[in-house]
Antibody
Framework: QVQLQQWGAGLLKPSETLSLTCGVS????????WSWIRQPPGQGPEWIGE???????TYNSSLKSRVSISVDRTQDQFSLRLTSVTAADTAVYYC??????????????WGQGTLVTVSS | DIVLTQSPGTLSLSPGGRATLSCRAS???????LAWYQQKPGRAPRLLVY???RRATGVPDRFSGSGSGTDFTLTITRLEPEDFAVYYC?????????FGQGTKVEIK
């Protein structure tokens, strides 16, 4: 069974860069898309972007100017960078696997989540 | 962006009861790309239903999804204590992928 383990700094000051990494184990890394999703306190989740094992990434246009997602195929890891953070970026950040079958696409496995707080 | 509006915001029910959760999309989405998730406090969302009506592996058959076009429903029959949680719908049809704001199912 695939497992996603994420890590990174949880407390940032305004204007700093958020950096998180997600490691994948127990399953194939290639052949899937891998996503970052965030959830502000008390709100629904928000999709940030996704990347495949070849490094092709797509992003939510609301964050596109500040976000980048990269992949390290040698380590079965993918990473998120979000620049110039503000208090509005405070949220629990999740990594997730995108399952795409003959019929459907959905997030079938999730990391444990990282609370990122932006405060001066 | 496609907006998913979930109703009601909170559902107060007793164990053994039946929950009917609604998810309405701001435009037509392909049923294949509508999913439901359950989330408990401090935990990541858990996939329940994908393709509008297909139960994920290991999900009890008291959970069922239905709907098409702009209107989708998650039904939970015979509520168990572990079913009290927040439920989100999500669409993967048109980028950006979006989630609803959630329905909380609480113990009455």
């Amino acid at each position: 069974q695939v497992q996603l383990q994420q890590w990174g700094a949880g407390l940032l000051k305004p204007s700093e860069t958020l950096s998180l990494t997600c490691g994948v184990s127990g399953g194939s890394f290639s052949g899937y898309y891998w996503s970052w999703i965030r959830q502000p306190p008390g709100q629904g989740p928000e999709w940030i972007g996704e990347i495949n094992h070849s490094g092709i990434a797509t992003y939510n246009s609301s964050l596109k100017s500040r976000v980048s997602i990269s992949v390290d195929r040698t380590q079965d890891q993918f990473s998120l960078r979000l620049t110039s953070v503000t208090a509005a970026d405070t949220a629990v950040y999740y990594c997730a696997r995108v399952a795409t079958t003959s019929c459907c696409s959905y997030f079938d496995s999730w990391g444990q989540g990282t609370l990122v707080t932006v405060s001066s | 962006d496609i907006v998913l509006t979930q109703s009601p915001g909170t559902l107060s029910l007793s164990p053994g009861g039946r929950a009917t959760l609604s998810c309405r999309a701001s435009q037509t989405i392909t049923s294949n790309y509508l999913a439901w998730y359950q989330q408990k406090p401090g935990r990541a969302p858990r996939l329940l239903v994908y393709g509008a009506s297909r139960r994920a592996t290991g999900v009890p058959d008291r959970f069922s999804g239905s709907g098409s076009g702009t209107d989708f429903t998650l039904t939970i029959t015979r509520l168990e204590p572990e079913d009290f949680a927040v439920y989100y719908c999500q669409q993967y049809d048109i980028s950006p992928q979006t989630f609803g704001q959630g329905t909380k199912v609480e113990i009455k």
